[in-house]
C-alpha cells in the first residue's frame, strides 16, 4: 500500500530522493559495527517477509511494514536495513517501483531512524516501559511514513492534506496493528534478550 | 411413403412453419421439433456461455495469482540479504585481520 510507483513523481524528486538515500545509506552503513551485522540480517529479513503479512480489512487488506520495530532495534543502521528490504522487494514481488527507489527508502526509512531515537532515548529500564515504547515507536513510525507519503506526493502535484488524511485513515489498522506487533516484540526481546535491545554499536567503538 | 417423400414433407411443413406470423408463435408455444430445436440450441449456447465467463473469470483470478510473489521470491530474498551481510562480515573481518 505504501509504495510510490514509477512515474508518479517528477524527475527532479526521484533523482533527490536517490541522492539522499545514497547518502543517507552510506552514513547509516558507517554506524554498523561487524559484529551487529547479524541483528541486523536479521531484522532486515523480517522487515522483507512483513510486508506479505496482509490484514483483510474490509473491502481491501493493508499489510505490515515494521519501519518502527526496525528503527527501535537497529537505530541509525535501520536506514540500510530497510533501503536493502525495499530495493529486494521493488525486485522480486514488484512492489514500488524501480525508479522511485529512493524515494520510497526516504519515505520508510527516515522514519525508522527517528523511531529508533525515539525509542532509545524513551525506553526508560522497566520492562513494561520498553514494550510501551516499542509499542509507540512502532505506531509512530507508521504515522510518519504516511505523512512522508504525503510529502512526496505533493511534490507530483498532489494535495498535501487530502493525500496525507486518506493514507492515515487508510493506515489506521495497521498503525493499532503495527503498535501492538512492535509492543508485543520489544516487551519480548526485554525479556528474554535486552542485550537486543542496546543501540547498535558504531563502527569506531 | 419413400424417404425421398418423408423428407420433402417435413421440409414443407418447417417452411410453412417458418412463414407463420410471429404473434402466432407467441400464442401457442411452439410443439413442433423446430421450435424444440432451437430452444435446444438456445438452451446450450447460453450453458455454454456461462462455462465461459466462468474460465475467464478463473484465467483472471490465475493472473493476478502469479502477480503475487511466492514462496520461492520470500526465499530469494532472505537469501540474498544473508548473503549480503554475510559478504559485508566477511569483509570487515578480513579488514580487521
Known amino acids: 500500500m505504501m509504495h510510490i510507483s514509477d512515474g508518479v513523481l517528477p524527475l527532479s524528486v526521484t533523482l533527490g530522493g536517490y541522492a539522499v538515500s545514497a547518502g543517507l545509506a552510506a552514513w547509516s552503513a558507517r554506524r554498523i559495527h561487524s559484529r551487529d551485522l547479524p541483528k541486523v540480517a536479521v531484522v532486515t529479513s523480517a522487515f522483507f517477509v512483513a510486508s506479505l503479512v496482509h490484514i483483510p480489512f474490509g473491502p481491501t487488506s493493508a499489510h505490515l511494514l515494521l519501519p518502527g520495530l526496525a528503527g527501535a532495534l537497529l537505530g541509525p543502521a535501520a536506514f540500510l536495513s530497510i533501503g536493502l528490504g525495499l530495493l529486494l522487494q521493488s525486485i522480486l514481488f514488484q512492489f514500488g517501483g524501480i525508479t522511485a527507489l529512493g524515494a520510497n527508502a526516504v519515505m520508510m526509512g527516515v522514519p525508522a531512524v527517528i523511531c529508533g531515537w525515539f525509542f532509545q532515548h524513551f525506553k526508560g529500564r522497566t520492562i513494561a516501559r520498553q514494550a510501551v515504547t516499542g509499542g509507540l515507536a512502532g505506531a509512530l513510525g507508521t504515522v510518519l511514513s504516511a505523512v512522508f507519503l504525503a510529502g512526496l506526493l505533493m511534490t507530483g502535484g498532489e494535495d498535501f492534506f487530502g493525500v496525507a488524511k486518506i493514507a492515515l485513515i487508510a493506515h489506521v489498522p495497521v498503525i493499532v496493528i503495527e503498535g501492538v506487533v512492535s509492543g508485543f516484540t520489544i516487551g519480548f526481546l526485554a525479556r528474554v534478550k535486552p542485550a537486543l535491545l542496546l543501540p547498535v554499536r558504531s563502527f569506531h567503538d | ?97
Open chain 2, 1 to 97: 411413403m419413400t424417404r425421398m417423400q418423408k423428407g420433402l414433407t417435413i421440409g414443407l411443413l418447417c417452411l410453412f412453419l417458418a412463414g407463420l406470423s410471429g404473434p402466432l408463435w407467441a400464442q401457442a408455444p411452439p410443439e413442433n421439433s423446430t421450435g424444440e430445436v432451437i430452444a435446444l440450441l438456445k438452451e446450450q449456447n447460453s450453458a455454454l456461455s456461462r462455462d465461459l465467463r466462468q474460465i475467464q473469470r478463473e484465467i483472471a483470478a490465475l493472473r493476478a495469482d502469479l502477480d503475487k510473489p511466492g514462496v520461492k521470491d520470500v526465499f530469494a530474498g532472505i537469501g540474498y540479504i544473508f548473503g549480503l551481510f554475510g559478504a559485508a562480515a566477511f569483509a570487515a573481518s578480513r579488514r580487521k585481520g
